[in-house]
């Protein structure tokens, strides 16, 4: 059974200008364990899509099924990593944030703390664990708030642009942590982002989205043996034939 | 929790200390000047003394404590009401619709307009500065509150819905802890307003025991001396409430938290 079916999937706006139609008529599957970047530009309806995955948009037609479970409104079988720093509570800890999840599980405190940490080290973070996330730099409270969705083990991991407002640097280390984090638990991943390298380094599909309306255009394997050279002819071409999916030169990359 | 100071609180200490006094030896030079007469502005030695004779005997550790009682009582029941209800305003639209009418019609009216008729009804007593103090106090906690709840990052919420958190934890573990930085100026405004409005109550309705009742008691008697020793004992209370308990709530939270910045040193 598929771990994430996305089945005729629409979303239409009311707004006082009329009807927008976010997302049109999406459909994919996609198996256990696999890395999967939705592409596209802003308002293409990629975030909005995974809005609906994360149960914080219903859409208007169609469905999606988690584990062969229809989704309805949020739940624990996802973890959801947003773009903004100021997802973690500032008023926990490192720590306490990562054990939120399993604080709401009603897992008794040492046994959370112990879960929490092991998810820190796995995001690198052990040592920041007693920090209040204003002491953190951006890069780390992103590595936080993966392990904090990580860390009540959901089947899913959702993740919107998470690396978007990080500098290029830290975003390739980033990219990196992900990628190793991933193998590591084998979490089903949807990634949103614009970034074309990124989407060819992570994902194992990537699927191209265009806007007005939000229609899912290709659906593009990613081959490349891991760990992926971002500097390899291969890697150059994978992203030359995204781009041009996408409508762009391959100059623009 | 230890009381040793640190350069930085020194300085600071310092600092608050050298503008007392300037403002002393402002209002000295004034008393001397002989521009009022000295049993309407007597000088500072005169009120200090004054203020160690009722501080030794007792009495105005009496007034004091009766004020104290008067205005913890009604702050409290402010704290206990205006927060929830601040936070069911936010939360549900019906109970913002019935209480922001009611607390706009109600809001202007000073405190003291209502004491002449909680006197009719309570009589002369604890109750009635007890109900002025509460009526001060809960409107800037409601208010804050309310205000404090509709700014909690809406991200915040979706991250612990994600989580597994429901309603109550929801409350108690995010709406709250997020709402803070304007939960604490409520409570500082709140217990400011409890402040004002107990000495005005007292005077009015207060009968033997209180500061409010003091001042007002001494100007029948020309007792200068004793209007400002009991003035300078509410300064006293206040700023001790603001640096001890108010100053090390904010420190132990949202300025541990990062949630709002330190007054510059």
């Known amino acids: 059974m598929p771990e994430i079916e996305v089945k005729d999937v629409s979303l239409v706006y009311d707004t006082p200008m009329g009807r927008v139609v976010g997302v049109q008529n999406a459909n994919f599957v996609l198996e256990k364990s696999q890395f999967l970047c939705l592409l596209g530009p802003s308002g293409c309806g990629k975030s909005t899509l995974l809005n609906i995955i994360a149960g914080f948009l219903t859409p208007t037609t169609g469905q999606i099924l988690i584990g062969g479970k229809p989704v309805r409104g949020q739940g624990t079988d996802r973890g959801v990593v ?12 490192a720590l306490g944030n990562v054990a939120f999840g399993l604080e709401m599980k009603g897992v008794p405190k040492a046994e959370r703390e112990e879960i929490a940490l092991k998810q820190l080290e796995l995001v690198k973070l052990a040592k920041f664990a007693n920090s209040y996330p204003h002491h953190l730099s951006g890069g780390m409270q992103q590595r936080v708030a993966i392990a904090r969705a990580l860390a009540y083990n959901p089947a899913v991991l959702l993740m919107d642009e998470p690396f978007a407002a990080l500098d290029a640097m830290t975003r390739d280390d980033m990219q990196r942590l992900l990628a190793d984090v991933w193998k590591e638990t084998g979490k089903t991943i949807v990634y949103v982002t614009h970034n074309v390298a990124e989407a060819v380094y992570l994902g194992d599909r990537v699927i191209v989205m265009t806007p007005h309306p939000g229609t899912v255009k290709a659906e593009i394997p990613i081959t490349l043996q891991r760990p992926r050279e971002a500097l390899s002819v291969q890697f150059l071409d994978q992203q030359k034939h995204l781009l041009s999916q996408l409508g762009q030169h391959a100059e623009a990359a | 929790m230890t009381f040793s100071l640190s350069p930085d609180q020194f300085r600071s200490l310092w600092r608050g200390a050298l503008s007392l006094c300037l403002i002393a030896a402002l209002y000295e030079t004034i008393a001397r000047s002989g521009y009022f007469p000295t049993v309407l502005m007597p000088p500072i030695p005169v009120v200090a003394s004054t203020f160690w ?3 030794t005997d007792g009495t105005m ?3 004091a404590a009766s004020t104290l009682y008067r205005v913890l009582i009604g702050f409290g029941m402010a704290v206990v009401v205006g927060i929830p209800l601040g936070i069911l305003m936010a939360r549900y639209q019906r109970v913002e619709n019935f209480v922001l009418p009611l607390a706009s019609a109600l809001m202007p009216i000073p405190s003291l307009a209502w004491v002449p008729v909680f006197i009719l009804w309570f009589g002369l007593g604890n109750t009635v500065s007890i109900l002025v103090v509460f009526y001060a106090a809960t409107f ?7 205000s404090g709840v509709r700014s909690v990052n809406p991200l915040w919420l979706r991250a612990a819905g994600a989580m597994g958190a429901n309603e ?6 995010v709406i709250i802890p997020g709402a803070s930085p304007f939960i604490i100026t409520g409570v500082r405004q709140a217990f400011l307003r409890a402040w004002i409005a107990v000495v005005g109550a007292e005077a009015l309705a207060a009968s033997d025991w209180g500061l409010g009742w003091v001042i007002f008691d001494a100007k029948e008697f020309l007792n200068a001396d004793l209007m400002l020793a009991s003035l300078a004992v509410i300064g006293i209370i206040g700023f001790a409430f603001e640096r001890l308990v108010f100053g090390t709530l904010e420190r132990q939270t949202v300025l541990r938290w990062g949630m709002v910045k330190a007054a510059k040193g």
Request: charged fraction near 10%.
């Open chain 2, 53 to 55: 004779t009722v501080m």
């Open chain 2, 61 to 63: 550790i009496h007034h």
């Open chain 1, 82 to 93: 947003f773009q903004d720093f100021a997802q973690l509570f500032p008023w926990r800890t």
């Open chain 2, 168 to 173: 109550n934890a929801l409350f108690w573990k």
């Open chain 2, 140 to 146: 800037p906690m409601l208010l804050n509150t309310w």
